[in-house]
């Protein structure tokens, strides 16, 4: 599958969807400079082509009492194939993470948990990290606050 052809109105749309997910295609086409009827076709094509996977709403999970989020460096054992499959297949199961990326470097990947507090972070570490196959070493951070969270990277209009 070829990658899909993005203009700068394309981009414009993307960064607009991404800030406000909830503007009506008449906003989207003031912003953008276009059409709502453009507006529409390009957000269809942007979905079709899988750019545009889905929408969410941004969620304060604060407010739900998810205060703390932990980074999670994991070494593993070994580098197989099935080694990597079953660690993957396992992280899948344990809902406090939120993404698992596979690293280069010195680990090989890295886990962000959202918890309620340490205590809560105690339990999905007993529960759910330390009973993941093939972990040889398991390191975790605290972070303090968030200071810069965007769904895009500020400089996609740059051409």
């Known amino acids: 599958m070829?990658?899909?052809v993005i203009d700068r109105a394309d981009r414009r749309l993307l960064l607009e969807l991404s800030q406000r997910g909830r503007a009506t295609n008449v906003e989207l086409a003031q912003a953008v400079h276009l059409s709502?009827?453009?507006?529409?076709?390009?957000?269809?094509?942007?979905e079709d082509e899988g750019v545009i996977r889905g929408y969410s709403a941004?969620?304060?999970?604060?407010?739900?009492?998810?205060?703390?989020?932990?980074?999670?460096?994991v070494t593993l054992k070994g580098?197989?194939?099935t080694e990597l499959s079953e660690f993957e297949q396992a992280v899948k199961q344990c809902d406090s993470v939120l993404r698992c990326l596979l690293m280069s470097g010195s680990d090989d990947y890295l886990l962000v948990l959202l918890v309620r507090d340490l205590?809560?972070?105690?339990?999905?570490?007993?529960?759910?990290l330390s009973r993941l196959?093939?972990?040889?070493?398991?390191?975790?951070?605290f972070a303090l606050r968030d200071v810069v969270r965007r769904a895009l990277p500020a400089d996609l209009l740059r051409d």
Do not use: Y
Not at 36 to 46: E, F
């Open 2 to 4: 070829q990658d899909p």
């Open 36 to 46: 709502a009827s453009a507006i529409a076709r390009r957000q269809r094509v942007l």
């Open 58 to 73: 941004d969620i304060d999970a604060t407010a739900l009492g998810f205060n703390t989020t932990v980074v999670v460096q």
């Open 79 to 81: 580098q197989s194939e």
């Open 119 to 128: 205590v809560d972070f105690e339990r999905v570490h007993k529960t759910q």
């Open 133 to 141: 196959p093939h972990v040889a070493r398991i390191q975790s951070s």
